[in-house]
């Protein structure tokens, strides 16, 4: 049901035209962003970007001077648009006991999912063990 991907974490000045340069970086590596969250203050942003191909966002982004903060494996999961199908993925990851700390909506109706148990979570997710 569900499968792996790398959330990367960038800090950011949060400046007009800061997310663009990011943006244009990652584009320029040939790398689609899946996703995309922005937090931020009056002068700091946490953007999580979701890639499939970390390596090469990473070497495009380290040519432009933008750091990436850290980064970690999630789990992506596809979902049904409809009212209720939030509520059931995240019931049945609590029933296991695992902590979400992640948690973002993808392109293409696809929910991303961080915890820092990330074997329970792949477990309750159905993702299948690495071979």
């Known amino acids: 049901m569900g499968h792996m991907a790398v959330d990367l974490v960038i800090d950011l000045d ?3 035209g800061a997310l663009a340069t990011v943006a244009t970086a990652i584009s320029d590596a040939g790398v689609n ?3 995309a969250t922005c937090l ?3 002068n700091h942003a946490e953007l999580h970007i979701l890639v499939p191909h970390a390596e090469a966002a990473k070497h495009s982004l380290s040519i432009t001077g933008v750091t990436v903060s850290r980064e970690r494996d999630v789990v992506i999961v596809d979902v049904h648009d409809r009212p209720g199908e939030l509520a059931d ?3 049945r990851i609590a029933k296991a006991g ?4 992640l948690v ?3 392109t293409g109706d696809r929910v ?3 915890a820092q148990d990330l074997e329970g979570l792949k477990q309750v997710l159905g ?3 690495a071979s």
């Open 98 to 101: 695992v902590n979400l700390d």
């Open 104 to 106: 973002y909506v993808a």
């Open 112 to 114: 991303v999912f961080g």
């Open 127 to 129: 993702v299948p063990a």
């Open 40 to 42: 931020g203050n009056d």
């Open 89 to 91: 993925v995240t019931r």
């Open 33 to 35: 962003i899946a996703a």
């Open 14 to 16: 949060n400046t007009p």
